[in-house]
């Protein structure tokens, strides 16, 4: 693999693979030190989602909060620190959920999801880049988000499914 760029967060590499015809093919790769996201569930079952500006897509979409590991750091501790960064809240309990990755046509990103409860609220510590607005609702409200394309962001969806899916087994 050759490095082609690097960047704060992740780098971009070139691989070469070889095809079923035995040709050499070249493939480009983001490589992203991986990230968690976060489910907070206060104790009357409603959700805290944020609103974050997202310059990639130029768009303010609504989201789980969430964030990139730091290095050596794992992602039970980046999800704490990124759930009191982004919302204020921390979590007496914090349960892993599962791994997934992003976009692996392209990306290397493994996310971990995290369920958050026990929340305790605080102040937030955002990033200097940061617009981040708290949006706190139930699962019914951000499903019709999801349907209706009011939320469009993967992660938040596959933990918003990810807890639809949690409750119709209680």
Do not use: C
Request: hydrophobic fraction near 45%; glycine fraction near 6%; charged fraction near 25%.
């Amino acid at each position: 693999m050759e490095t082609l760029f690097t960047s704060r967060i992740f780098k971009v590499v070139r691989k070469m693979i070889t095809g079923r015809s035995g040709t050499s093919l070249e493939r480009h790769i983001v490589i992203h030190p991986g990230a968690v996201v976060i489910l907070p569930v206060l104790e009357d079952d409603r959700l805290v989602l944020i609103r974050q500006h997202r310059v990639a897509v130029d768009e303010t979409l609504i989201e789980l909060p969430a964030g990139t590991l730091e290095p050596n750091e794992l992602p039970m501790a980046t999800a704490r620190r990124e759930l009191i960064e982004e919302t204020g809240y921390t979590a007496k309990t914090m349960t892993s959920i599962m791994t997934f990755f992003a976009s692996p046509g392209f990306a290397h990103e493994e996310m971990h999801l995290f369920k958050a409860i026990d929340l305790i609220p605080g102040p937030t510590a955002l990033e200097d880049g940061e617009k981040i607005e708290t949006l706190i609702i139930d699962l019914p409200q951000a499903l019709q988000m999801i349907a209706s394309g009011e939320i469009k962001d993967a992660k938040t969806i596959i933990g918003l499914y990810w807890f639809q899916l949690e409750r119709n087994r209680e």
